[in-house]
């Protein structure tokens, strides 16, 4: 390309006024100006010197000048003047008109010129001092103007030098990039424009994949470096901590941002995009990773060498489909301390549209979740109420990261949803990432439609032997109800959008989630309970999983909080369990016990979420020798083991468990002894496989780079002739090979040919590449990326036939899970005061002083005992009284945990138990509103009450805490005692009802068979009473017969520190009620004595024996 002239970057006459003006901000305004002064007569390009730097005085010393840039454009030049390298000017000529006047000396050291003319002898007579000045005041101007504007700034000259100074730290790759073309000469006249900022190549490529993908943070690979731009910049500073270098933020060119120059921009490192990924997710954004699907050399030997890298976007995360993140894979399971672990679960749901008015509101739900880290899909169809009892009990479960909504939901699911994702303290833990999708009318058939051909293309794939198994699970899933199979059509549709769809390929992993063969806990109970979180600050700390998980496992404390929340109802499966925790603690079994255990410790990667990334292809090489290497640890540690018989445990559970382990053998040792180990803990993929196990194309390949490597060292020879050397070494110098340097004052620089290329130089030397040495370094750089992308094909072969594995190597991690977790309940089993429970039949608690498992791991002092004795023909429900903070609660959530427990197959806090198994385990405790749904605090709790007496049945708990106590008092007992009466009589489930209202313990004569008794909690009165108020109060934590007439909530209010004056108040208050009541009481009794009297009549006859009850039970009160 031929030179272009100096002439051309001459700035415009708009240009020119702006900086006129700005310049005369600096200048001193003479009093009076000559009319006849002289004109500053313009340099001729010849004379013109060249222009000077703002380098310090070291810039003259012999640095090298390694980093090759992109040169600029040559300005003509007249003569025989020998051609030199430009360097970027940091001030552009001014040519002054006519009207300018000439100022005093004293006035022009403060004017700027960019290209002086020629010096006056005035000038050369200026002292040193007053150049240096001159010179800083130079300076300062031309930063002053380039913050400004004006034909010195960015817009102005940036054309032919990097766009800022923040760009000085991208590397040459990106400044070629990034740089923009030089501009066309200026047009002078009526058709003279406005000069605009221009986009580089490189952003128009930003722009172009952003606006594919205007929801996603885009990070973007520029040569060495991951870099955000526009406002997805402002974003990644704000969440990582990152500087963000100012400029446009947004991408649709807006004319408010038309005056800047370049994007907002912020960089990562390379190796450090996972770490920064990870935040951006789990802060709650979804993030597409761009990067160069072409390397230097195959560009350099393209069609394109002139264009921009080609770029694409290549990973999608969200908190939910995240996988690639190795380092979380590593150490034993975290402590169950913590704020509540991410489940990891993304779920999807529909419904249909709400039918029934207000309170009869009926919806028809599906769900899907999907835990793209395991594997596990869960699926339900069910019906739901106006409470949206049921949905709230699923999310509680499944605990999502991610929902996908498809569809319009009702208004009460939508602030369900709302209301428990919505903030980040919320009881997920975490704030819930939500996404729609929209659904059409015919969604059905297209979503049956859809399903079908995912799955009839992955039957194509299967061998003939695992046909008639595809076939059969392939029906299974078809046969899913119409709103399941929506939301799976949905789901495999968005998982594709992140290359995860295979997880729906493991079809033996899908579970219904309201399979009848667990206990139901609802979410009320996983609430009330504290079964997975605390209600203080949402940790597991004080919660049931905490207590129960010692597990040393990931994937075994994964696979125990499944056990934790899905108690079992099949006897035989809960006496596997307990049988089999009952051998892990038997001294016996010490040797064989400690065998197992060594092993788990042993264990320090998430095994169970790396066997699904060999099954997506997103594990690298050093996680894959990991995870090869701790599964063969883990079949070589029980190798003799050849049936469950010889593994010395008469459990059949845990002799299976081990057996199972050593049959993934074979195949392990198979596939690591294709695996060079020491390349693979160094990620090196070329000599990744062992020399007999590397393809043809790899072997090919590496010849060919072997003979142009010593093509290039045969070339030394020639070169060494060329320029009459004996001999020449090849130099590297900034990563570029092959430099052949020759020093400047040596007799050989002038023999070099003109068709050897000067890379760098330095004062001292010159470097330079032969044609030669080009032609043979882009060929060697083309085999290795043929090299790589051979290798990384051999690669994506070997995970694929790893993953043919999945089944049975999925099969042995779940084998080891579940000896961890039945380890850790033998754990629990070896405390102090644990007992196995014995199961019956019949519906049923029998528990001898029992405790509460979590409080009594909290407290420092003794927790107290208490029995428990609940049967469907006997007592069926205990009237729970006492004072407040006696410990009523705590009492009735000890008996509904120990429940629980048993069920889940682990020994139970009790000096006995006798647990029939219960369906399921239902409470009503706490009193709140739900301000969302408008829903006042009573309405909240007789909805939830509501839902218990539908789904309760004659083997369910029923715990009901304080029922009524929402409204007034006579409205609270009337209500309080028909449900009472109606859970005893009607569904006749074990119910714990705890109460204030002493009215309710009259209830007990309506049961003469006992179905129904008074308990409360014990406590003593000591000190005298007077008549300021009551004795001091001494809880004693026992259940014992009998009613308690008194709450003694002054006392709780003392304890609170109320002020004195308000509880003497109180007191008053409190005396002046009681003493009303018992007249009421005592006029009552009165008259019903009288009306014994006038029934019993003069003849003697006795009065009606329900009258007479009724009397015994009103002096008793009193």
């Known amino acids: 390309m031929a030179p272009h002239s100096s002439q051309s970057s001459a700035p415009s006459p708009s240009l020119k006024r702006k900086q006129a003006s700005i310049s005369s901000f600096f200048t001193q305004k003479p009093a009076s100006t000559p009319a006849n002064a002289p004109k500053k007569k313009q340099a001729s390009p010849a004379d013109k010197p060249e222009p000077k730097q703002d380098n310090t005085p070291e810039a003259d010393d012999d640095d090298d000048d390694d980093i090759v840039v992109p040169a600029p454009k040559r300005a003509k030049t007249t003569g025989t003047v020998a051609e030199a390298p430009i360097r970027v000017a940091t001030s552009v000529h001014f040519e002054h008109t006519s009207q300018a006047s000439s100022s005093s000396q004293r006035t022009d050291i403060f004017k700027f010129q960019s290209s002086p003319a020629a010096p006056s002898a005035a000038v050369e007579e200026e002292d040193p001092e007053r150049k240096q000045r001159k010179k800083e005041k130079e300076k300062l101007h031309q930063q002053f103007v380039r913050k400004l504007g004006g034909s010195d700034c960015q817009v ?49 490529q930003v722009i172009e994949i952003k606006r594919q993908n205007m929801n996603t ?23 990582l901590g990152i500087v963000c270098i100012p400029g446009k933020f947004r991408f649709d060119e807006h004319p408010s941002e038309a005056h800047i120059g370049r994007f907002a921009s912020a960089s990562i490192p390379v190796h450090r995009l996972h770490v920064h990924v990870k935040r951006l997710v789990t802060a709650g954004h979804k993030v597409g990773v761009v990067r160069q699907i072409e390397t230097a050399a195959l560009k350099a030997a393209g069609d394109n060498r002139n264009a921009p890298f080609v770029r694409k976007l290549t990973n999608l995360y969200t908190k939910g489909t995240y996988i690639d993140d190795a380092e979380g894979l590593q150490g034993p399971a975290p402590a169950a301390g913590g704020a509540s672990p991410a489940t990891g679960y993304m779920l999807c749901m529909t419904e249909t549209n709400a039918k029934g008015p207000g309170n009869d509101e009926r919806v028809h739900v599906g769900i899907v979740a999907v835990q793209p880290a395991t594997g596990d899909v869960i699926y339900d169809d069910f019906e739901d109420g106006f409470m949206r009892s049921e949905i709230e009990t699923r999310l509680l479960h499944i605990a999502p990261c991610e929902i996908l909504i498809v569809g319009e939901m009702s208004r009460a699911s939508e602030k369900l949803v709302q209301h428990l994702s919505g903030s980040k303290m919320n009881v997920f833990g975490d704030a819930v990432r939500l996404e729609r999708a929209q659904k059409k009318k015919t969604s059905a058939a297209e979503a049956h439609s859809h399903v079908s051909e995912f799955y009839a293309g992955k039957m194509k794939a299967t061998s003939t032997e695992e046909d008639t198994q595809a076939a059969k699970l392939l029906q299974n899933v078809l046969s899913l109800p119409e709103q399941v199979t929506i939301c799976l059509s949905a789901m495999i549709e968005h998982m594709t959008e992140y290359g995860l769809e295979h997880v729906f390929d493991l079809t033996k992993y899908f579970q219904p989630f309201s399979a009848r063969s667990h206990m139901l806990l609802n979410g009320n109970t996983l609430v009330s309970l504290e079964i997975y979180q605390n209600q203080t600050d949402h940790s ?67 095994l169970e979420k790396s066997l699904i990334r060999i099954y997506y292809g ?7 020798l990991t995870v090869l290497q701790a599964m063969q640890m883990i079949a070589m540690e029980f190798a003799d083991i050849k049936s469950p018989a010889q593994t010395g445990f008469q459990s059949s559970l845990v002799g299976e468990a081990i057996a199972s382990l050593p049959t993934i053998r074979a195949s392990v040792v198979k596939y690591l002894d294709k695996i060079n180990m020491h390349a693979a803990r160094t990620n090196d993929k070329y000599t990744f496989f062992r020399e007999a196990e590397e393809t043809e194309e790899i072997g090919e390949l590496k010849l060919q780079i072997g003979s142009t490597e010593h093509g290039l060292l045969e070339h030394r020879k020639e070169a060494a002739s060329t320029i009459g050397r004996g001999k020449v070494e090849y130099s590297t110098v900034s990563g570029i090979e092959y430099l052949i340097e020759i020093e400047n004052n040596s007799p050989a620089l002038k023999r070099v ?19 030669e040495v080009i032609q043979l370094i882009r060929e060697r750089d083309q085999y290795k990326e043929a090299l790589a992308a051979a290798c990384d094909q051999a690669y994506k072969t070997l995970l694929a036939d790893i993953a043919a594995q999945y089944q049975s190597f999925r099969d042995s991690i779940q084998s080891l899970a579940t000896l961890d977790c039945l380890l850790s309940l033998a754990d629990i089993a070896q405390q102090p005061g644990y007992v196995k429970p014995e199961y019956t039949e019949e519906a049923g608690l029998h528990i001898e002083q029992g405790r509460h498992p979590m409080v009594e791991q909290l407290l420092t002092d003794t927790y107290v005992p208490n029995d428990t004795n609940l049967s469907h023909d006997g007592t069926r429900a205990l009237l729970v009284t006492g004072p407040n903070m006696g410990g009523k609660s705590s009492y009735v959530r000890q008996v509904a945990l120990v429940a629980i427990m048993g069920q889940i197959g682990s020994y139970v806090p009790a000096a006995s138990a006798r647990l029939g198994l219960l369906d399921a385990v239902f409470t009503r405790m706490g009193a709140f509103d739900n301000m969302l749904a408008g829903e006042s605090t009573f309405m909240v709790e007789l909805s939830e009450t509501a839902d218990i007496l539908k789904q309760a049945t004659p083997r369910s708990l029923v715990i009901l805490d304080e029922l009524g106590r929402g409204t007034s008092t006579h409205d609270g007992v009337a209500i309080a005692q028909a449900v009472l009466d109606y859970m005893v009589r009607s569904i006749q489930s074990l119910t714990l009802f705890i109460t204030h209202y002493q009215h309710l313990s009259r209830m007990v004569h309506s049961f003469p068979d006992h179905a129904l008794r008074n308990v409360h909690m014990r406590f003593t009165e000591t000190g005298s009473k007077d008549k300021d108020g009551d004795g001091e109060i001494t809880f004693l934590y026992e259940v014992t017969e009998g009613v308690a007439h008194r709450s003694y909530g002054l006392n709780v209010a003392r304890l609170a520190n109320l002020p004195s004056d308000v509880i003497d108040v109180a007191r008053q208050k409190s005396a002046e009620l009681e003493e009303s009541i018992r007249r009421k009481r005592l006029a009552g009794l009165l008259g019903a004595v009288g009306r014994v009297l006038d029934e019993s009549g003069l003849d003697g006859e006795s009065a009606d024996d329900g009258l007479l009850s009724r009397l015994m039970a009103s002096a008793e009160q009193l």
Not at 218 to 236: N, T
Not at 572 to 591: F, G, M, S
Request: glycine residues 8%; contains cysteine; proline residues 7%.
């Open 217 to 239: 943070v885009l990070v973007i690979e520029v040569g060495y470096k991951f870099r955000f731009f526009g406002e997805d910049a402002r974003i990644a500073a704000k969440e």
């Open 156 to 204: 102005g000259i940036g054309r032919l030098a990097v766009n800022d100074a923040a760009s000085a730290e991208v590397e040459a790759a990106e400044a070629e990039e990034e740089d923009e073309p030089a501009p066309p000469p200026s047009v002078k006249g009526k058709g003279a424009k406005k000069a605009g900022s221009k986009l580089t190549p490189m952003e128009k």
């Open 540 to 606: 597991t700390k004080g919660s049931l999983f905490w207590t129960l998980d010692r597990t040393q496992t990931r994937f075994g404390q994964r696979m125990l909080r499944q056990w934790v929340g899905r108690p079992l109802l099949d006897k035989v499966r809960l006496e596997e369990r307990t049988n089999a925790v009952e051998e892990l603690i038997d001294p016996a079994r010490a040797v064989p016990v400690e065998r197992v255990r060594g092993l788990l410790r042993k264990v320090k990667s998430d």
């Open 618 to 624: 997103k594990c690298e090489r050093p996680e894959l």
């Open 753 to 771: 040919p003109a068709s050897w290329v000067k890379v760098s130089g330095t004062k001292r030397v010159s470097r330079f590449h032969t044609p």
